[in-house]
């Protein structure tokens, strides 16, 4: 977009019980670049999205990308948790589904992330997935989360580099497990999109709690206690940014079309010093 150094997308947990294609023309009427689709859901609970190749959801997702310029940037998600089973499929097919499905999509990656307390045997499923994911140009991204197995950025940036593949930097886990600057920095080459959102200095003392904030309530970017414009100075100033920021309580009030404008005006918010310096030292 005119002014911006890097592009700006709506992730689907923003608002997850929308559909993909509604999700796309939302994304266009509040000013977003791309979005985020999941194609696999990650509870019992959420409604379930069928974007496999031939059916009408998808092409409808795809209409409306072309009507609108939209583009899918990411999909998501699958939990490996070491079963070799996702919701009682073969995980392996499972993963070749979400890639056939993202593929379609225009995708270039696909969030994955480590509930398997054998990193070992999981940096080999994520090796496998990396190799499976090169014939549908889609390259897995691992997401390092605080509660779950692989929670920091260099452990998830050596399982990353051994795979072959990347991962996705996500400002609330970062904050709450504990992430650095310098370790950001050491694993920048690694990380080729960024979800933000914010939240306060101190999380919740327990895991439900943490899965509580992450998935139905964090916080507007700019409005809580994050640094967001130091997290993302310690990133190359292109990295695109999707704005991951679930909030039940504010859907709820404002409804799907204002809350994305608020996350897309909060995003432009604290982008903007930062892609005006970027753009200034383009110029020199």
Same mark, same amino acid.
């Given at each position: 977009?005119?002014?911006?150094?890097?592009?700006?997308? @709506? =992730? *689907?947990?923003?608002?997850? !019980?929308? &559909?993909?294609?509604?999700?796309? $023309?939302?994304?266009?009427? %509040?000013?977003?670049?791309?979005?985020?689709?999941?194609?696999?859901?990650?509870?019992?609970?959420?409604?379930?999205?069928?974007?496999?190749?031939?059916?009408?959801?998808?092409?409808?997702?795809?209409?409306?990308?072309?009507?609108?310029?939209?583009?899918?940037?990411?999909?998501?998600?699958?939990?490996?948790?070491?079963?070799?089973?996702?919701?009682?499929?073969?995980?392996?097919?499972?993963?070749?589904?979400?890639?056939?499905?993202?593929?379609?999509?225009?995708?270039?990656?696909?969030?994955?992330?480590?509930?398997?307390?054998?990193?070992?045997?999981?940096?080999?499923? @994520? =090796? *496998?997935?990396?190799?499976? !994911?090169? &014939?549908?140009?889609?390259?897995? $991204?691992?997401?390092?989360? %605080?509660?779950?197995?692989?929670?920091?950025?260099?452990?998830?940036?050596?399982?990353?580099?051994?795979?072959?593949?990347?991962?996705?930097?996500?400002?609330?886990?970062?904050?709450?497990?504990?992430?650095?600057?310098?370790?950001?920095?050491?694993?920048?080459?690694?990380?080729?999109?960024?979800?933000?959102?914010?939240?306060?200095?101190?999380?919740?003392?327990?895991?439900?709690?943490?899965?509580?904030?992450?998935?139905?309530?964090?916080?507007?970017?700019?409005?809580?206690?994050?640094?967001?414009?130091?997290?993302?100075?310690?990133?190359?100033?292109?990295?695109?940014?999707?704005?991951?920021?679930?909030?039940?309580?504010?859907?709820?009030?404002?409804?799907?079309?204002?809350?994305?404008?608020?996350?897309?005006?909060?995003?432009?918010?604290?982008?903007?010093?930062?892609?005006?310096?970027?753009?200034?030292?383009?110029?020199?």
């Amino acid at each position: 977009m005119k002014g911006q150094a890097r592009r700006l997308g @709506l =992730a *689907q947990l923003s608002l997850v !019980g929308t &559909a993909p294609p509604d999700l796309v $023309t939302i994304a266009a009427q %509040a000013g977003f670049d791309f979005i985020g689709a999941r194609v696999r859901p990650v509870t019992a609970t959420e409604r379930p999205y069928n974007l496999q190749p031939g059916s009408p959801m998808l092409k409808e997702t795809l209409a409306r990308m072309a009507d609108t310029g939209v583009t899918v940037e990411d999909i998501e998600f699958l939990l490996l948790d070491g079963t070799g089973l996702q919701n009682g499929m073969d995980q392996r097919e499972a993963w070749l589904q979400m890639m056939e499905a993202g593929q379609a999509l225009g995708a270039s990656s696909l969030t994955v992330a480590c509930a398997d307390p054998d990193v070992d045997r999981f940096g080999d499923h @994520l =090796a *496998q997935m990396t190799h499976d !994911g090169r &014939a549908y140009g889609i390259v897995p $991204t691992l997401e390092p989360i %605080a509660y779950q197995a692989v929670r920091s950025i260099p452990q998830a940036a050596g399982l990353a580099r051994r795979a072959g593949c990347q991962i996705v930097v996500d400002a609330l886990h970062f904050n709450r497990f504990g992430g650095t600057l310098d370790e950001l920095a050491a694993a920048a080459d690694t990380v080729p999109l960024v979800q933000l959102c914010d939240g306060p200095a101190v999380g919740a003392a327990d895991r439900a709690g943490l899965v509580t904030e992450s998935r139905s309530e964090r916080g507007v970017p700019g409005e809580g206690d994050f640094d967001l414009a130091a997290m993302l100075s310690a990133l190359p100033e292109t990295v695109p940014v999707s704005v991951e920021t679930p909030s039940d309580s504010r859907v709820a009030a404002q409804g799907e079309l204002a809350w994305a404008k608020t996350l897309k005006a909060a995003a432009d918010s604290v982008l903007a010093p930062l892609d005006t310096t970027a753009l200034t030292r383009s110029k020199k």
